[in-house]
């Protein structure tokens, strides 16, 4: 993925004619991209967003609003905000719970881990008052939000194993009233009709208008992925550690709020200067599809 070039920074020395790394930088740089690694940008999950109806990737809406992909898996997730949304301040659920990926109904033992959360409503889901038909502030629903969070990732990743490996992965939460559409995929399509898993295809996501909701998520059949010995065993690595990525706890909002904070400019006359946004990712369409490249 294509990224902006940055000006070089100038040397605090004088540099040296010589090219040639003396061994003691050579140590550096090694363990220097080794720390990097280990390294994530706080509160930064990657994700493919739905924003009045129009698909995102890095801000920019999506051509045809539809994206063709791999679903490496999905997780429940219950949410519950005690505010209205503010999209020009986001901020994370004060409680939330996850199901169990590996159990027979993820539901049924769904609860909040104190220490994850915020602000600990029940200490489990299927007896709290908020997750019940008739709790929200507005309308008839549950105050207390049953979703799902997908692991996606393109179908240039199936080139090879390696490419398999190195795909990036993207998260995507179907609100309430798409959530249906995706059941009925996975176990009407694939799993009755097709008998695979929904990393076993290439799935086409779009968002259209509905007159009931504004606008749903759809999920449509594109085509079977072909599997040697090498690329099953990729994919099933691949989609065991995308499944593990979607059961990460958020970070608290206090975390997150200091963090905003020491982003900001200093007051004119320190020294702290702002930092500047990295390079905005590009996207490229899939070479001879119709869906999208993240």
Known sequence: MATAKKAAAKPAQTASKSTALVPWEQEMKATAVAQAA????????????????????????????????????????????????????????????????????????????AEDVDDQQHSDCASCSLNVMGSATVGRGKACKNIRRLALITEDALESPEALAEAEVRQMKLPVMSVKYWSKYVRDKLANELGRTSYGVITLIKVVPDPTSQWKILFQFEELVNFDADLWGAMKKKADEAVKGLITPYPHQADLDAAKEAQKPAPRGGKAQPMKPAGRVAQKAVAGKGGKKY
């Open 38 to 113: 280990k390294e994530k940008v706080f509160g930064s999950v990657k994700s493919v967003n739905v924003q009045g109806g129009v698909m995102m990737i890095d801000n920019e809406a999506v051509e045809g609003n539809e994206i063709r992909v791999i679903v490496l898996g999905s997780v429940f997730e219950n949410q519950y905000y005690d505010g209205p949304y503010d999209p020009k301040n986001p901020t994370v659920p004060v409680c939330y719970a996850f199901g169990d990926p590996e159990a027979e109904d993820p539901e049924e033992a769904m609860a909040p881990v």
